[in-house]
Nanobody
Framework: QVQLVESGGGLAQPGGSLRLSCAAS????????MGWYRQAPGKQRELVAG???????NYVDSVKGRFTISRDNAKNTVYLQMNSLKPEDTAVYYC?????????WGLGTQVTVSS
């Protein structure tokens, strides 16, 4: 059974930083893409960042230069370092992995950016 467990969310001030972690269990994820989506109240879920098994990264334009995705394959863990946070980054952040036969999701972690 594949499980993804996020941690690291919370409250941050504008301009601050948070680091999200997503630990995967149930199988090896070394070669599979992993990443993060987010969903703000009243909005659709959007892809924030993804990383392939080989380490290639992609980001939504709104977070480029501020967020960094990385992974530790030995730990089956993907990270999202979020710097220069803005109020519009407030959302529930969901970890995902594309491992056949489908996509798996974590339960999400709340990130709130407010002064």
């Amino acid at each position: 059974q594949v499980q993804l467990v996020e941690s690291g969310g919370g409250l941050a001030q504008p301009g601050g930083s948070l680091r999200l972690s997503c630990a995967a269990s149930g199988s090896s994820f070394t070669i599979y893409p992993m990443g993060w989506y987010r969903q703000a109240p009243g909005k659709q879920r959007e892809l924030v960042a993804g990383i392939t098994g080989g380490g290639r990264q992609n980001y939504v334009d709104s977070v480029k230069g501020r967020f960094t995705i990385s992974r530790d394959n030995a730990k089956n863990t993907v990270y999202l370092q979020m710097n220069s946070l803005k109020p519009e980054d407030t959302a529930v952040y969901y970890c995902y992995t594309d491992r056949p036969p489908g996509r798996y999701w974590g339960l999400g972690t709340q990130v709130t950016v407010s002064s």
